[in-house]
C-alpha cells in the first residue's frame, strides 16, 4: 500500500522569498517520488523525479526536493519565488516496477504576494 | 512528437448520455490511465492499463469502462453519465515495466459536464 500526503492544501509567499511545499509519504517499498506542476486550465507538467540516485533532486525552474528516507518526506523547494511560480503543485508516489499505480497528493496552491 | 493526445477538450452531456474519451501516446509506453481530477481531491484514478491487452480498476472504476485498444491507445467511457461525473478527465502514459521511476506523461485534460 502506499499513499501520500501534502500537508498544506494553500501557500502564500511574497515574490522572492522562498518556497517551501511539503509532502509526506508512505510506501512498502522504496518508491519513486514525483512533483508535478498544473497551471490553470493546463495539464500536469513534471518539475522533477526521485529514483533511488541522489537524495538531493534538481528540477526544472530553479525547484528542487529533499527525499528523507527516516522522515518519510519529499518536500519540494525554491530559493526565490517567481509570480509564474503561482500554480497548483502535486506530489505523487509509484510503487516498484510491477505495480503501477500512482498515488496522487490533494495538491498545494501556490500563490506569489507581488 | 505530440506526446498524450486526448479528445475532446470540452464536452457538454445530457444525464443518460454516453460518450468516449480518447487517449494516444506516440512514445512507445506501456502503461496508460486514466484519472478524473475534481476541486480539493486531486486526481484520483479510475482505471489503469499496465500493458496492452490488460485493464485494471483504479480507486473510482464505478460508471466508466475502458478499452485498451492497442499499445498506443486508451479510451475511456460512460455508459450513462451521471452530474457526478461532471470533471475534468486526464489521460497520462508511462514507459512501465522495464524502467522503474519512469516519468509519466499526462494529456492537456478533457472538461466533461454533465446537466
Known amino acids: 500500500a502506499q499513499s501520500v500526503t501534502q500537508l498544506d492544501s494553500h501557500v502564500s509567499v511574497s515574490e522572492g522569498t522562498p518556497v517551501l511545499l511539503r509532502c509526506n509519504y508512505s510506501?512498502?517499498?522504496?518508491?519513486?517520488l514525483f512533483w508535478y506542476v498544473q497551471h490553470p486550465n493546463k495539464g500536469l507538467q513534471l518539475l522533477l523525479k526521485?529514483?533511488?540516485?541522489?537524495?538531493l533532486v534538481k528540477g526544472i525552474n530553479g525547484f528542487e526536493a529533499e527525499f528523507k528516507k527516516s522522515e518519510t518526506s519529499f518536500h519540494l523547494t525554491k530559493p526565490s519565488a517567481h509570480m509564474s511560480d503561482a500554480a497548483e503543485y502535486f506530489c505523487?508516489?509509484?510503487?516498484?516496477?510491477?505495480?503501477?499505480?500512482?498515488?496522487f497528493g490533494t495538491g498545494t496552491r501556490l500563490t506569489i504576494i507581488p | 512528437n505530440a506526446g498524450v493526445t486526448q479528445t475532446p477538450k470540452f464536452q457538454v452531456l445530457k444525464t443518460g448520455q454516453s460518450m468516449t474519451l480518447q487517449c494516444a501516446q506516440d512514445?512507445?509506453?506501456?502503461?496508460m490511465y486514466w484519472y478524473r481530477q475534481d476541486p480539493g481531491m486531486g486526481l484520483r484514478l479510475i482505471y489503469y492499463?499496465?500493458?496492452?491487452?490488460?485493464?485494471d480498476k483504479g480507486e473510482v472504476p464505478n460508471g466508466y469502462n475502458v478499452s485498451r485498444l492497442n499499445k498506443r491507445e486508451f479510451s475511456l467511457r460512460l455508459e450513462s453519465a451521471a452530474p457526478s461525473q461532471t470533471s475534468v478527465y486526464f489521460c497520462?502514459?508511462?514507459?512501465?515495466?522495464?524502467?522503474?521511476?519512469?516519468?509519466?506523461?499526462f494529456g492537456e485534460g478533457s472538461w466533461l459536464t454533465v446537466v
Open positions: 497520462a502514459s508511462r514507459l512501465g515495466q522495464g524502467g522503474f521511476g519512469n516519468t509519466i506523461y
Open positions: 510506501s512498502s517499498y522504496s518508491p519513486s
Open positions: 526521485y529514483t533511488s540516485a541522489a537524495t
Open positions: 505523487v508516489v509509484s510503487g516498484r516496477v510491477g505495480n503501477e499505480k500512482l498515488t
Open positions: 512514445m512507445n509506453h506501456n502503461s
Open positions: 492499463s499496465a500493458s496492452e491487452g490488460t485493464t
